[in-house]
């Protein structure tokens, strides 16, 4: 709705590039769509929020499959990592699951892992699932998946003010 943006701001500034946006068509999307301007930034590395646009009734089902897709990709990156690690090395592969990033020097931290691990993987070129590990790294990252909209897609028209 038309009073979100508030609220959009202060959710972009406390996750910055951890959150996945699923945006009903409304006012919201058309202050976080207004291309070719947009209020999502990106910091000094060129991470920001993701962000997708739906149409009114369908944003709580398009935010679910957001959710459903992030976790499996999120569950696919893990395996693999455990898979893998004889190859990769128990210090980096424990590092990277037991950092629960709830601090920014633990995100840091993440980010400095993840790149560690990208490098080794870079160099297993000949082994398919390091090679499949490769493409999902940014998944090994906590995120949060948030379902922007108004009285339209939550079926809630004129019955609240």
Do not use: H
Not at 39 to 57: H, V
Request: contains cysteine; proline residues 3%; negative net charge.
């Amino acid at each position: 709705g038309c009073g979100e943006t508030p609220y959009i701001k202060l959710i972009t500034q406390l996750y910055g590039d951890s959150i996945m946006i699923a945006n009903a068509t409304g006012c919201s999307s058309i202050y976080g769509g207004n291309l070719p301007t947009t209020p999502y930034k990106k910091n000094e590395f060129g991470r920001g929020p993701a962000w997708a646009n739906s149409l009114f009734e369908d944003n709580a089902e398009f935010g679910l499959g957001m959710k459903l897709g992030l976790t499996k990709k999120q569950e696919i990156a893990v395996d693999l990592l455990k898979t893998l690690e004889p190859v990769i090395g128990s210090e980096i592969v424990q590092a990277i699951i037991n950092n629960t990033e709830d601090t920014e020097i633990l995100k840091k931290e993440k980010f400095a892992q993840i790149d560690a691990l990208q490098k080794i993987l870079d160099g297993l070129a000949d082994n398919g699932d390091a090679q499949k590990l490769s493409q999902l790294t940014e998944y090994l990252r906590k995120k949060a998946v948030w379902i922007f909209g108004g009285d339209g897609w939550a079926y809630d028209i004129g019955i609240t003010s």
